[in-house]
């Protein structure tokens, strides 16, 4: 049996981290108590499968990490939280989940996004996260599928790889799982290669994730989705366009119609999120504006209002986040905002019917007809080359353990961090000899 000390000792040792997003490092929300430990199998972000291909191909893994989880928190439940529109799988997962009564699947409605996980806490437990809070104050554990997969294998093997769907513009849609380090070049090959000129990646997902251009960048351990699209894709051109041209348009069209608040996933939750405000906030000096770009604060940063809600196709949550960032740089938070009332959020109760459906978003998207299965493809590719970011996490980077010109195996630890520093170890993710290390650390076969 694991305690919980014992559990975040050897996760942290393997460098398990949030699979996606910013890379929350697992072993501090395994060393918090906790009443219900979730599993965010929602993957709303369109197009990307890697999490219901994971549980497909590994369901007992994943199902193992839940587990070790529960008994390391003193979670008494663990729950499975999957979009119904995947009936094979929920099949699939039940059967995997017989004779657990511990563990159950929650079944959720297909929209954008159902995988917030503040949106996830509410839908499982109906409660509602502390405003500036985190999961773990409504007394929950939230996960995604290929982190608790990480967890599950942690006493064996660090994590050396990652798992992600490529898909969008490329020959063969599919899920790889490859060395951490591969390049998005090689990822992109392996899925049949560009079926059009002048492709980007959008790494990370259509509403979340960022454009990349150039495609030697390495994939990391949060590395979850590459959406190859063409240079002049709307949705691309779009997302380059840029903080001045965004604060442009925004001064000059934005008629505060408070469409895109009126659709915000978090205050239909109840909390005081108001991008429409934010927007208002551009007409004014920049000490002025302060005070309107508080209403950006609370902002998951999901885009729904800047890529589906406004009828103008304006880009306020682009503007939210950079709200946030200057905001940051001046030291305001949440803790210290006059917003912030301690007043508890309460759910709209027109919430149910402002769920904004995946399909209608992927159309708004122009992303429609690249819908396609992409499986996972199980051979195991041996690169010639990775490269291993020293920075793959929240908290501080990797510092390197090795030198160049060192002989290194897959799993020794080439990057560390101080016990008393929040961070993980990178691991070697191929044999092979130590090249360069830079911010990275680069290792030839
Ligand atoms: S939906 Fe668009 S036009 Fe309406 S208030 Fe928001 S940013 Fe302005
Ligand atoms: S990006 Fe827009 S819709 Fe999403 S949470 Fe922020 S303000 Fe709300």
């Known amino acids: 049996m694991a305690g919980s000390g014992d559990l975040a000792r050897r996760i942290r040792r393997a460098g398990v981290v949030g699979a996606g997003g910013a890379g929350f490092p697992t072993y501090v929300k395994a060393s918090s108590p906790a009443e219900t430990v979730i599993v965010n199998a929602a993957e709303c972000e369109p197009l990307l499968q890697k999490d219901q291909e994971i549980l497909a191909h590994f369901a007992p893994d994943v199902i193992g990490g839940l587990e070790l989880l529960m008994e390391a928190t003193g979670a008494a439940k663990g729950v499975i939280g999957i979009k119904k529109k995947h009936g094979e799988l929920v099949e699939h997962l039940s059967r995997a989940l017989k004779g657990k009564p511990a563990l159950s699947l929650k079944l959720l409605e297909d929209y954008y996004p159902a995988g917030d996980e503040f949106c996830l806490v509410y839908e ?30 942690a006493e064996k093997t660090p994590v050396v790889d990652t798992f992600l769907t490529v898909t969008g513009a490329v020959k063969s849609p599919c899920t790889l799982r490859l060395p951490v380090g591969v390049s998005i070049a090689e990822a992109v090959a392996l899925a049949g290669g560009p079926k059009a000129k002048d492709c980007v990646a959008l790494d990370g997902g259509a509403m979340m994730g960022k454009v990349v251009s150039d495609l030697s960048q390495p994939l990391t351990k949060t590395s979850g989705g590459l959406i190859l699209l063409p240079k002049e894709h709307p949705l691309i051109r779009r997302k380059n366009a840029g903080r001045a041209s ?169 990057g560390d961090v101080a016990e008393a520093e929040l961070g993980v170890p990178v691991h070697a993710s191929i044999d092979g000899r130590v090249s360069r290390i830079e911010d990275f650390i680069e290792i030839q076969a």
């Open 246 to 414: 965004f604060d442009r348009a925004g001064k000059s069209t934005c008629d505060q119609c408070s469409l895109c608040t009126e659709l915000c996933p978090r205050y239909l939750l109840g909390y005081d999120v108001q991008p429409h405000k934010v927007m208002r906030g551009l007409l004014f000096s920049t000490a002025d504006r302060k005070s309107w770009s508080q209403w950006a604060l609370l902002c998951c940063e999901c885009k729904l209002c800047s890529l589906f809600s406004c009828p103008e196709s304006l880009n306020p949550g682009d503007i939210c986040v950079f709200a946030k960032g200057d905001l940051s740089r001046e030291k305001v938070s949440w803790k210290n905002s006059p917003l912030n009332r301690n007043r508890p959020p309460r759910a709209h109760p027109i919430r149910p019917w402002r769920k904004v459906p995946v399909s209608q978003l992927k159309a708004r998207l122009g992303l429609a007809d690249y819908e396609a299965d992409a499986p996972l493809k199980e051979e195991a590719y041996a690169p010639k080359c990775v490269r291993i970011p020293l920075k793959q996490h929240v908290g501080v980077p990797a510092r390197p353990v090795v030198a160049v010109g060192q002989d290194v195996r897959r799993g020794d630890v080439i």
């Open 124 to 153: 499982v437990t109906g409660r509602l996260v502390p405003q500036g809070g985190i999961p773990i104050q409504a007394g929950v554990v939230v996960n995604n599928v290929e982190t608790l997969y990480n967890i599950a294998r």
